[in-house]
């Protein structure tokens, strides 16, 4: 999609402070933080969000989790983090480009929603 944010952000036409890139995914820190480290994490190819995901995305989602680990580890999260996956505009997604958050620091974060 060529009007993407996230899209242009993988084909380099707008800069980031990047985490990690290979071939396939991205990984890049928000540029408005919710906690001391907060970064995301994207398919390079677009992809709408989780509810369009589909047995074709598989190797890419694999590649995807299984690097979360390394990075959050890299950025310090030695002691545990969150990810969180906004969907559709109930789940208050901004970006309509799959992307994972991965947040944490060195205290304890919050809930994750409050009750009602």
Known sequence: MSDCIFCKIARGEIPCKKVYEDDDILAFHDINPIAPVHFMVIPKQHVDSLATVDASHAPVLGKLFSKLGDLARSQG???????????????????????????????????????K
């Open 77 to 115: 999260l030695t002691d545990g983090f969150r990810t969180i996956v906004n969907t559709g505009r109930v789940g208050q997604q901004e970006v309509y480009h799959l992307h994972i958050h991965v947040v944490g620091g060195p205290d304890r974060l919050g809930p994750m929603l409050t009750r």
